[in-house]
T-cell receptor
C-alpha cells in the first residue's frame, strides 16, 4: 500500500509569490491534515479536510488556504509569501472516522522563501 | 488552550543506555496522548499511544504511561540502539474540536545514540 505522497519535495520562492503544495493520501483515507514545522515554533496545525470539507482550522492567517478533491487529494496554497513562511510542510492522512486514530505522515515539502 | 511541554534536547546517550524523555501536558478535557518519531528526511511515524489515565503504550521496546495526576507521559526505553537516533514528539489530541486530524505537539526532543 503506497504511503502519503507529497510533491514537490523542495521549493524555492521569493517574497510576494504564491505557492501550491500537493498531498496524496493513502488509498481509502478521507482525512488530510496539514502541519507547518519550523525550528522555532515546532509543529503547528494548519487545517484538516474531510470529504472535501474543511472541518478544522489552526491559527494561521488567511494567506494559508487549502482544498480537497473528490479523490481525497489535497492542496494547500500560500499567497503573498513572507520570509517567515520558510518551513517544512507536512501532510497527514487517516480514515477520519475514528477518534484517537493513527495519522500517517508524508515526508514533507521543504519551502524556502528568499 | 491545550499544550505539550517536552524536555529540551539534544539528548546524547551511549548504546544500551537507559532513555527517558519527559513530557507534560495541559488540557481542559481528557485527551489521548501520543509519541511520534521522525527519522532524518522522513515524516513522522506513530510510536505509541494511550487513550486514558493509567494506560501504558508500548512499541519496539519504548513505553509511556498516561499519568493524569502528574499530567505526564514520559517516554522510556531500557536499552537504546544507534538506530533509535531521531527526533521524538509528544502530542495530544484536541478532543474538544471533535476531529481526528488535529494534534498538539511538543517541541520535539532530538536523541543521538553513539556506538
Amino acid at each position: 500500500k503506497a504511503g502519503v505522497t507529497q510533491t514537490p519535495r523542495y521549493l524555492i520562492k521569493t517574497r510576494g509569490q504564491q505557492v501550491t503544495l500537493s498531498c496524496s493520501p493513502i488509498s481509502g483515507h478521507r482525512s488530510v491534515s496539514w502541519y507547518q514545522q519550523t525550528p522555532g515554533q515546532g509543529l503547528q496545525f494548519l487545517f484538516e479536510y474531510f470529504s472535501e470539507t474543511q472541518r478544522n482550522k489552526g491559527n494561521f492567517p488567511g494567506r494559508f488556504s487549502g482544498r480537497q478533491f473528490s479523490n481525497s487529494r489535497s492542496e494547500m496554497n500560500v499567497s503573498t509569501l513572507e520570509l517567515g513562511d520558510s518551513a517544512l510542510y507536512l501532510c497527514a492522512s487517516s480514515t477520519g472516522v475514528k477518534t484517537n486514530e493513527k495519522l500517517f505522515f508524508g515526508s514533507g515539502t521543504q519551502l524556502s522563501v528568499l | 488552550g491545550d499544550s505539550v511541554t517536552q524536555m529540551e534536547g539534544p539528548v546524547t546517550l551511549s548504546e544500551e543506555a537507559f532513555l527517558t524523555i519527559n513530557c507534560t501536558y495541559t488540557a481542559t478535557g481528557y485527551p489521548s496522548l501520543f509519541w511520534y518519531v521522525q527519522y532524518p528526511g522522513e515524516g513522522l511515524q506513530l510510536l505509541l499511544k494511550a487513550t486514558k489515565a493509567d494506560d501504558k503504550g508500548s512499541n519496539k521496546g519504548f513505553e509511556a504511561t498516561y499519568r493524569k495526576e502528574t499530567t505526564s507521559f514520559h517516554l522510556e526505553k531500557g536499552s537504546v540502539q544507534v538506530s533509535d537516533s531521531a527526533v521524538y514528539f509528544c502530542a495530544l489530541s484536541d478532543e474538544g474540536s471533535g476531529n481526528t486530524g488535529k494534534l498538539i505537539f511538543g517541541q520535539g526532543t532530538t536523541l543521538q545514540v553513539k556506538p
